[in-house]
């Protein structure tokens, strides 16, 4: 089965790195995937998600939750400001703080509820105009801010370029992120997640490679 195959190989790409067997998160994304392909891997025992929209996430999550104790839910896709709210009740983590007004926003929201998820700033390693992503030029300047407002996160996440070799991206993101004392380092997908294992990615997240191709109608 896939999760298990994806498993060996991460635990090997672990190994090559001379790194610890199980020091890297996998989150299973399970966006868009239909429900029972999600129970088989539950069923598995695995209980790291990742989701891309925070409303289809609410539509699911919660009963999933009530039946496999110990869930813990990942947001890796854009995140509108006016559904913060509802991420914070939601996620444990957050992958995708990459603008001032959503860190203003965080910040109020953690003032009224004393928590908040962990948090990852998003990184543009590939600097296209159409991703959403600190630019590496406004990195040290964005987390200067998100201290200001007492918000502290814990890495950095990126998203290299379709079709380019990730590894640049892998190393500069962890570069980056040993710049500015961060530990965490959420990279690698299907395609490339040993290479970004080989890079110090202390979260990956896999979609396809576990669940099957995605068909995209939702949501
Ligand atoms: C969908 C998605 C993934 C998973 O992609 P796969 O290629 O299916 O592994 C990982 N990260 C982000 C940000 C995604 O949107």
Known sequence: MALTDILARLRSAETAAGRAEGSVTLIAVSKVQPPERVEAVLEQGHRVFGENYVQEAAGKWPAWRDRFPGVALHMIGP??????RLAVDLFDAIHTLDRPSLAAKLASLAQARGSLPQL???????????KAGVLPADL???????RALDLTPIGLMCIPPEGEDSTPHFAMLARMAADHGLSGLSMGMSSDFEAAVAHGATHIRVGSAIFGARSYSAP
């Open 79 to 84: 995140l509108q400001t006016n559904k913060a």
């Open 120 to 130: 990852f700033v998003q990184v543009n390693t590939g600097e296209e105009p159409q």
């Open 140 to 146: 040290t300047a964005f987390l200067r801010d998100c």
